[in-house]
């Protein structure tokens, strides 16, 4: 079975500075997707990047990055100057590819990391 | 704008009652899922669906119902409530195609006692 571990329950960080969020999983798939969502203190959860297995580069958007390490089953979250409006629950997520073909859900969710960006 | 909206936002229910929340979504997704959220946990499935009459259990489905009768809605039914599922409950919604994403609902706070 999946499972998804971010081993990092709270952060913080300076306002304008880069912070890293680890997660790691694992599975005996070879095509997959990876996700980390964001949930700000309003609650409502929104996607903020999201990663192919099979592509070898990195995904990037704006100021978020991630590390891919698929030998590693490693997905880190990059957040580069970070902003007060950063602050918020982010989960890191596991999908297996061909989910629906298949008839088995496999989205499973880290238990989350809780940032906290500091003025 | 499309989007998906989940009622109540607050609940208080007493042991053995039965309960619903709501789930609408606008964005036509066929594809729609309860997850419950849990300090220490994060999000785990409830039930989910991927069509009108279609519905599947998710990893904590005991004492769980649901039913689709139309896209836009799926209501999730606690058949008689106990104190382990007080929690937070969100339902999502996607579509096949759009990279997996899914859009969730701002949530709704149960409180069982």
């Known amino acids: 079975a999946q499972t998804v571990t971010q081993s990092q329950p709270e952060m913080s960080v300076q306002e304008a500075e880069t912070v890293t969020l680890s997660c790691t999983y694992d599975t005996s798939e070879n095509n997959y997707y990876l996700f980390w969502y964001k949930q700000p203190p309003s609650r409502q959860m929104i996607l903020v990047i999201r990663q192919e297995a099979y592509k070898q580069q990195n995904a990037t958007e704006n100021r978020f990055s991630v590390n891919f390490q698929k030998a590693a089953k490693s997905f880190s979250l990059k957040i580069s100057d970070s902003q007060l409006g950063d602050t918020a629950m982010y989960f890191c997520?596991?999908?297996?590819?061909?989910?629906?073909?298949?008839?088995?859900?496999?989205?499973?969710f880290g238990t989350g990391t809780r940032l906290k960006v500091l003025a | 704008d499309a989007e998906i909206t989940q009622s109540p936002r607050h609940k208080i229910t007493e042991t053995g009652r039965q309960v619903t929340l709501a789930c609408h979504q606008t964005w036509n997704h066929n594809n729609m899922f309860w997850y419950r959220q849990d300090l220490g946990h994060g999000l785990r499935l409830i039930h989910y669906?991927?069509?009108?009459?279609d519905t599947n259990k998710g990893e904590v489905s005991d004492g769980y119902s649901v039913s689709r009768s139309n896209t836009e809605d799926l209501p999730l039914t606690l058949e008689s409530a106990a104190s382990s599922q007080t929690s937070v409950y969100f339902c999502?919604?996607?579509?096949w195609g759009q990279g997996y994403e899914q859009y969730f609902g701002p949530g709704t706070r149960l409180t069982v006692t």
């Open positions: 999502a919604s996607s579509e």
């Open positions: 997520a596991f999908m297996k590819h061909g989910v629906f073909t298949s008839g088995t859900y496999k989205y499973i």
């Open positions: 669906s991927y069509g009108v009459h």
